[in-house]
């Protein structure tokens, strides 16, 4: 027995250094992690392509020259528009800032005529002085933010060649580990390992799902106000929603922002339809991708989202909920496996 649970403490310091390795080499990792993800999203057309009759490399070719029309389609009509846009905000910061600031400044001779203490009245200046400071800074980060993507987008020329072999070769590769294993152990390795993908392919399938429904949803909101800049703000909302809970809010304060300059009824406009929108996706889409396919609390999704963003920024926020899931079927396993001996 004693033996069994000295293994413990040697699995989290295993689990601690990787965390460690992943850290260190995330930037060279991020081809292999968005690889995995499209791996993931195209392993259902690759199987039914197969089990028609076509090899697994002529599958997935198929399935590429298919992303490639769509790709082509992308470039043509989607691109223009959205470096057109980029261009268009980078020119008007200046004027929106100076609109924002001069709204905040409203609303602050609006609280002044008020019989309010000095105390809460200093506490408010000092409030609005802030949000005036994000805001106005806003607007450059987010084009900044807009162009480091699409730079880096094109610099991920690895993603396809790693895509190719991980749904080409990845059957092979399980075969392998399996067979490095005594027989008595691979029905359990086997089991866990099927978990841990029908996890993994739940969450990220549905995930993209909930990012292009959400994204295209919040560029329709935009474009039905009269606001600029819909194919962008949409994007941005989209990828917002590769964080769970907290990356929709994220997500939405470039249009909110862009809003509140426009109008103050535009701003209550766009609130109330993005409310409808995340009441919508909490009841319908959420629920599918998060709790059925991973079986975590929204509590303990909540506490891993902090982890994540604490130790690896964005790309710790991101992978959070899959790691945790991961991290959960094994600890299941491991206990099985020690009520079985």
Not at 21 to 31: Q, T
Not at 309 to 320: F, H, K, R, S, V
Request: aromatic share 8%.
């Amino acid at each position: 027995m004693g033996r069994h649970w000295i293994r413990w403490p040697a699995y989290g310091l295993l689990a601690a250094a990787l965390v460690g390795l992943v850290y260190y080499l995330r930037v060279v990792l991020l081809p292999f992690f968005l690889s995995l993800i499209l791996a993931y999203m195209l392993e259902p057309l690759v199987s039914r392509l197969t089990r028609r009759g076509l090899g697994r490399a002529g599958a997935i070719l198929a399935v590429y020259a298919v992303l490639a029309l769509l790709a082509a389609v992308v470039i043509a009509f989607v691109i223009p528009q959205l470096l057109a846009e980029l261009h268009q905000l980078a020119g008007e910061i200046p004027r929106h800032t100076r609109a924002l600031q001069n709204r905040l400044r409203e609303v602050q001779a609006g609280y002044h005529r008020l019989l309010l203490p000095d105390t809460v009245r200093q506490s408010i200046d000092d409030g609005l002085t802030r949000l005036e400071e994000r805001f106005t800074s806003l607007g450059t980060q987010v084009v900044e933010a807009a162009f480091n993507m699409m730079m880096g987008l094109f610099s991920l020329v690895l993603v396809p060649l790693l895509t190719y072999y991980m749904l080409k070769d990845g059957e092979r590769w399980k075969e392998q580990f399996m067979a490095w294993l005594p027989i008595t152990a691979r029905p359990g390795w086997l089991n866990l390992l099927r978990r841990i993908d029908r996890v993994l392919a739940g969450f990220v399938r549905g995930e993209l799902v909930i990012s292009a429904l959400m994204g295209a949803a919040v560029a329709l909101l935009v474009w039905a106000l009269g606001m600029p800049f819909a194919v962008l703000l949409g994007i941005f909302a989209g990828i917002g929603e590769f964080v769970p809970y907290v990356g929709p809010v994220v997500g939405a304060l470039p249009a909110l922002a862009i809003a509140a300059v426009q109008s103050p009824g535009t701003l209550v406009k766009l609130i109330i339809g993005l409310v409808i929108l995340n009441q919508v996706e909490q009841a319908l889409l959420v629920p599918r991708v998060f709790h059925h396919s991973t079986g975590l609390h929204p509590i303990v999704i909540v506490f891993v989202l902090l982890v994540g963003a604490q130790l690896l920024g964005l790309l710790g926020a991101i992978l959070a909920v899959p790691a945790a899931a991961i991290i959960r079927e094994i600890i299941c396993h491991m206990l099985r496996f020690r009520r079985r001996t």
